[in-house]
C-alpha cells in the first residue's frame, strides 16, 4: 500500500466493513440511551414520555444495586482466581509426556462444548442438589449432613460452576503457550542451578504472562456478562445474594416489564464494563507489547 | 579442574542405541571438539555430559568423582546452547546475573562479576537491554557470559556457531579460542563443522553413528587418518577416495589422496582427465577432474594463478609418499 491511489482504494473497499459494523453498534447504543430517559413500561403502555434521569436515579438508588455490584465484581474476580491457577496448573499437568495424552486433553477441553444452561442444570440436579446431588451423597457416605450449595452458598456455587465451564478455555490458551517455551530455556535454567520452582518462577511464569493477560482479558468481557448460569440455578437468590448487573438487568427488563429502567441498568453495566477495561489494561495491558 | 572421563557411556531410547558403549578422557584444561555429520550423537553425548540426559549404562566421573546421577546444576558444568536459550523477559544484566542470583550470591557480589564478565565480552553498553534487541552475535556472547560467571570446571558449547553468519562466524570462533586462552577451562565443543573443529580444537573427536571414529589432533587426524570415514570427513575439500585397480596397485582397497598431494601438468602425468568446473578463490584453485578412468570425480587444489580452463585436457600425478591406503574394512593400512 504505497501509492496514494491504492491507499484511496483500500479506503473505499474498507468502507462498506467498517460502516456496517459502525451501524450494527451504534443503533442498539443509541436506542438504549434513547429508552434510558424514557418512561417506558410494558404493562402500562399509555404512560410513555421522556423521564430525565428518573431511570438512572431509581436504578442505582435501589437498595438491590450495589449488592449486584458487588457480586458481579465477586463473580468475575473469582472465576478469574480459579481458571487462572487452575488453568496453570492443569496446562503443566497435561504438558506432560503421558499415557493417553490426546484423549486426556479432549477430555480436559469437554466442559467448553457443553451448552451454558446444560450445564449449570447438570450442576444443580446432579451435583449441588442437597437430597438426590453426588455432593450429598459425598457428604452422607462421610457421615456428614449434605450442604445445600446452591441454597447456603450461592455465589460460591454459581462461581464453582461457571469456572468449570471456563477452565478448558484457560488450559488451553495457557498450553498452547506452554508448549511455545523452548526447551533449551529451561534446560540453561536446570544448568544454572534453578530447581523446578524456581525454573516455574522465573522462566514460565514470565513465559505465560501475555497468555494470561489475554485469558484474563477475554474471560472478563463474557463473565460480565453471565446470566444463564444464574437464571436456571437460583434465580437470582435467595433475596439477592447472587443477583449481578446483568441479571438485574434483566430482571427490569423481563420481570418487570421496565424497559426504560433495564435500558439504563444497561448503560450503567456498560460504564461498570468499561471501567473494569481501563482498569485492567492499566494494571497488565503492558503484558501484551512485545 | 575440569578432567572428564566417559567409561562404557551408553546411550538407548527405546530400543535404538544412539551411543554403543563409549569411552573418552577429557583432560583439564583441553579444547576438546566433538564432530561428525548430523545425527551422528553429538549432541547428545554432549548432553549426556551435561546430565541433561540420563545415562542408559557406563559411568561419567568429573575430577575422578563419579557424576553419573548427578543432577546438571551440581557438576559444575556451563553449557551454551545452538539457541543461546536466553531468557527474554530479562535484561542482559539479569540473564547474565541469573546463576549467581540462583546460587544466592550477594547483589553486590553478583553485580561485580556481572560486571567483569560484561567487560571481558565487551557487553558493558548492552546490560539494560533485552535479548530481543541484540544481535546474532551479541546474544552468543551474552550466552557465553551467563556461562563464564558460574567460574566452572569446564564449557559445554552445543553448536553455538550455527545460527551465526559466516563473517561473525570467524570472529567468533577467533573469540572463543581467545577466551579459552585466557581462561584456561577445559572446553567441550560439538559441531558439523570440520573447519570449526580444526581451527579451535586441541583434540578432535571424529563419532560416526555414536561410536568414536579417531581421537587426536586436527593434524594428526588430518596427517593419519584412522579409516575412510575420518580421511573423508577431514579436510575441505574431501580427500580423493579411490577403490579399484587404482588401489590395487598400491595393494590396498581404497586409497586416499588429498586435492593438494596432486601434481598437474598439461603434458604428462599419471593420470589424464579433462577439466570440469573449477572454483577460483584467489590463494587456491580448486578444479574437479573428470573422465579420469578411476570411477571418480578428482579434487585437485592448484595456486592462485593457474591457467586451466574448463575442458582442457590434463595429467595428474599423484605425490607417491602422501598416498593413505586403507583395507577392505576402512581402515589405514
Given at each position: 500500500m504505497s501509492t496514494q491511489a491504492s491507499r484511496s482504494a483500500a479506503r473505499v473497499m474498507l468502507s462498506p466493513a467498517v460502516i456496517s459494523l459502525l451501524i450494527w453498534m451504534i443503533v442498539p447504543l443509541v436506542l438504549t440511551l434513547w429508552f434510558s430517559f424514557q418512561r417506558y413500561n410494558l404493562l402500562y403502555?399509555?404512560?410513555?414520555?421522556f423521564v430525565g434521569f428518573y431511570n438512572y436515579t431509581t436504578f442505582v438508588a435501589s437498595p438491590d444495586f450495589i449488592q449486584a455490584i458487588i457480586n458481579t465484581l465477586l463473580l468475575v474476580a473469582g472465576v478469574l482466581l480459579i481458571t487462572v491457577i487452575g488453568g496453570i496448573l492443569l496446562a503443566l499437568l497435561i504438558d506432560q509426556?503421558?499415557?493417553g495424552q490426546g484423549y486426556v486433553r479432549i477430555l480436559v477441553i469437554?466442559?467448553?462444548?457443553?451448552m451454558p444452561p446444560v450445564a449449570a442444570l447438570v450442576w444443580k440436579?446432579?451435583?449441588?442438589?442437597?437430597?438426590?446431588?453426588l455432593f450429598a451423597e459425598a457428604f452422607k457416605a462421610l457421615g456428614l449432613t449434605p450442604f445445600d450449595f446452591l441454597g447456603d452458598a450461592p455465589l460460591i456455587s454459581i462461581i464453582i460452576i461457571v469456572a468449570w465451564q471456563w477452565l478448558p478455555f484457560a488450559t488451553l490458551i495457557l498450553l498452547t503457550a506452554l508448549q511455545s517455551l523452548s526447551s533449551e530455556e529451561i534446560e540453561a535454567a536446570e544448568m544454572d542451578g534453578a530447581p523446578a520452582h524456581k525454573r516455574f518462577w522465573f522462566i514460565i511464569l514470565p513465559h505465560l504472562s501475555r497468555a494470561i493477560t489475554v485469558v484474563i482479558l477475554i474471560q472478563t468481557i463474557f463473565l460480565l456478562g453471565v446470566l444463564v448460569e444464574i437464571l436456571v440455578t437460583t434465580n437470582g437468590g435467595?433475596?439477592?445474594?447472587?443477583?449481578t448487573l446483568t441479571f438485574l438487568v434483566y430482571k427490569q427488563s423481563?420481570?418487570?416489564?421496565?424497559v426504560g429502567k433495564a435500558a439504563a441498568g444497561g448503560v450503567v453495566a456498560v460504564i461498570l464494563a468499561n471501567i473494569v477495561a481501563v482498569f485492567l489494561m492499566r494494571a497488565i495491558g503492558k503484558n501484551l507489547d512485545a | 579442574m575440569g578432567q572428564i572421563t566417559l567409561s562404557k557411556v551408553t546411550k538407548r531410547f527405546g530400543d535404538v542405541e544412539?551411543?554403543?558403549p563409549l569411552d573418552l578422557r577429557i583432560e583439564d584444561g583441553e579444547f576438546v571438539v566433538f564432530v561428525?555429520?548430523?545425527?551422528?550423537g553429538k549432541s547428545t553425548l554432549l548432553r549426556l555430559i551435561a546430565g541433561l540426559e540420563d545415562v542408559s549404562d557406563g559411568q561419567i566421573s568429573i575430577d575422578g568423582k563419579d557424576?553419573?546421577?548427578?543432577p546438571p546444576a551440581k557438576r559444575g558444568l556451563a553449557m551454551v546452547f545452538q539457541s543461546y536459550a536466553?531468557?527474554?523477559?530479562?535484561?542482559v544484566r539479569k540473564n547474565i546475573a541469573f546463576p549467581l542470583r540462583m546460587a544466592g550470591l550477594s547483589a553486590a557480589e553478583q553485580e561485580k562479576k556481572v560486571m567483569a564478565a560484561a567487560e571481558v565480552l565487551n557487553l558493558t553498553s548492552f546490560l539494560?537491554?533485552?535479548?530481543?534487541?541484540?544481535?546474532g552475535g551479541q546474544r552468543q556472547r551474552v550466552a557465553i557470559g551467563r556461562a563464564i560467571v558460574r567460574e566452572p570446571e569446564a564449557f559445554l558449547f552445543d553448536e553455538?556457531?550455527?545460527?551465526?553468519?559466516a563473517a561473525l562466524r570467524v570472529n567468533m570462533r577467533l573469540e572463543i579460542s581467545e577466551l579459552h586462552a585466557s581462561l584456561k577451562t577445559t572446553m567441550i565443543y560439538v559441531t558439523h563443522d570440520q573447519v570449526e573443529a580444526m581451527t579451535m580444537a586441541d583434540k578432535i573427536v571424529v563419532l560416526n553413528a555414536g561410536r568414536v571414529e579417531q581421537v587426536g589432533s586436527p593434524l594428526h587426524l588430518y596427517q593419519n587418518p584412522q579409516n575412510t570415514f575420518v580421511a573423508g570427513f577431514i579436510g575441505s575439500p574431501k580427500m580423493n577416495l579411490l577403490t579399484g585397480p587404482e588401489a590395487t596397485k598400491h595393494s590396498a582397497t581404497t586409497i586416499g589422496v588429498r586435492p593438494e598431494h596432486i601434481a598437474t601438468s598439461t603434458?604428462?602425468?599419471?593420470w589424464k582427465g579433462t577439466v570440469g568446473v573449477s572454483e577460483h578463490l584467489g590463494s587456491d584453485t580448486f578444479f574437479r577432474v573428470n573422465n579420469?578412468?578411476?570411477?571418480e570425480t578428482i579434487m585437485v587444489r592448484a595456486g592462485g594463478e593457474v591457467a586451466i580452463r574448463h575442458g582442457e585436457t590434463i595429467y595428474l600425478t599423484p605425490d607417491p609418499t602422501k598416498i593413505h591406503r586403507f583395507d577392505d574394512k576402512g581402515q589405514r593400512l
Open positions: 403502555p399509555d404512560r410513555a414520555g509426556p503421558i499415557w469437554a466442559p467448553f462444548f457443553i440436579n446432579m451435583f449441588m442438589n442437597p437430597t438426590n446431588g435467595p433475596g439477592t445474594a447472587s443477583t423481563i420481570l418487570n416489564s421496565d | 544412539v551411543i554403543p561428525g555429520p548430523s545425527g551422528c557424576a553419573t546421577s548427578v536466553l531468557y527474554p523477559h530479562m535484561t539494560d537491554r533485552r535479548p530481543g534487541q541484540l544481535s553455538p556457531l550455527s545460527n551465526l553468519d603434458t604428462e602425468g599419471l579420469t578412468g578411476l570411477g
